[in-house]
C-alpha cells in the first residue's frame, strides 16, 4: 500500500516538475492516470510496460489494474455530503472497428462506457465528447476538445472525467475574509481574500522546508493539504528536491497543533499538454509509430494527451474538477507552544488534495 501511494505522488510530482513552477495550476494525477489505465488496457509489451512503471512501479499488470479499480470504487464510496465523480468513456469512429474484447475490458474494469460518433462532423463530434465531460464534472468544465483536433486519422478519444466537491470539517467564517497582501515573488504583490480562522486547533506538521497544513473535509478521508515554504519564495527550490516518501510521511504526520490559519481564497483553472510530460517520465512508446495497442486495434498509436483542470477554495469548502482525453490516431500520420503557530500562507505554496492520502489533485498557488 504504501508503495502504491509513494508511486502515486511520485507520478504527480513527476508531471508536476514538467510544468512551468512560475505560475498558479492544478492538474490531477489521478484523472490523468485513469485515462492512461484505459490506453494500459490497450497495449501489449514494451508499450504496456512503461505506462504501468510510469504510473505505478513495480507492480504486475493485475496490481496496477486492481488498483485503480479500487480507488475509483473507494471515491465513488465518499460520503457525509461529499460528491466525487468519476466518468471513463471511449469515444470511437463509426465504421472504425475496436476489438469488443477491449471495450469488455474496460467496462469491467474501469466501468467505461462507449460510444461510436462520426468523426466526419467534427462539431457535433466535439461537442457529445464535451458534453459528457460537462455532465460529469458538475458543468465546470465545458471543453477538453476543439472540433479542429479531430483530424482524419483519429479512430478514438480515451477520456476520464473527475468531480469532487466537499464542505470543510471546519468552515471559514464569512465575515472573517479580508484581503490582504499576497507576494507572488519579490517584486510581486497584490491584494487577494484570504480565509482566516485564528487560535484554533487544526492538523500541522512541519520539517526543514515546509509548513504543512491539512484541512479535512467532513468526510476525513478527504483533505486539502497546503506545503508551504519556509524560505518566502523557496517554492521552486523546495519542488526540485522534494520526494514522494517525504510528501507521503509529512500527510500522515500531520497532528492537532494551535495555530492561526492564513489562507488565499482561491481559484485555479489549467490547461495542460501532456505529451512531452509523459514522454519525458517514460511513457514513449505509446506516442511512437512503434506503438503496439493491438488490444485495441492494429495500426493505431497515441496521437494527444489533453488534461484541463480546477479547483475553486472558499469558505464552505472546495469545488475541483478534471478531465482527461487520449486521442488514439492510424500511425500513417506520424508527428507546540502556547503561543499558536502562524501558517500564513502569503506567498506561492504547493497543494495537494486527497484521499487516504491519495493525490487527486495537486497543483502550486503563486
Known sequence: MALLLQSETDFGLSLLRQQNLSESLVFSPLSIA????????AANGETRNEIREALVR???????????????????????GTQVNIANH????????IKQSYLDAVKKLYN?????LDFSDKEASAEAINKFVREN????????????????????VLTNALYFKADWLNKFKKESTFKREFFSSEDSKREIDFLHASMVHRSYAENDQFQVLSLPYKDETFALTIFLP??????AD????IDSATIQHLLSNVSDTFVNVRIPKWKIETELGLNEALQSIGIKKAFSGDADLGNLADGVFVSA??????????EDGTKAAAATTVSISLKSAMFPIDEPIEFRADHPFLFVLSKDNHPLFVGLHH
Open 137 to 156: 464534472t458538475g458543468d465546470h468544465i465545458k471543453k477538453i476538445i476543439s472540433a479542429d483536433s479531430i483530424k482524419e486519422d483519429l479512430v478514438a
Open 90 to 97: 471511449v469515444f470511437s469512429k463509426s465504421g472504425f472497428s
Open 238 to 241: 523546495a519542488l526540485k528536491s
Open 230 to 235: 519556509k524560505t518566502r519564495f523557496g517554492l
Open 34 to 41: 485513469l485515462a492512461l489505465s484505459l490506453v494500459h488496457v
Open 112 to 116: 467505461a462506457g462507449a460510444s461510436s
Open 58 to 80: 513495480g507492480a504486475t499488470d493485475e496490481q496496477f489494474e486492481q488498483h485503480f479499480a479500487n480507488i475509483s470504487a473507494a471515491l465513488l464510496a465518499a460520503e457525509k
Open 305 to 314: 494527451v489533453t488534461h484541463k483542470a480546477l479547483i475553486e477554495v472558499d
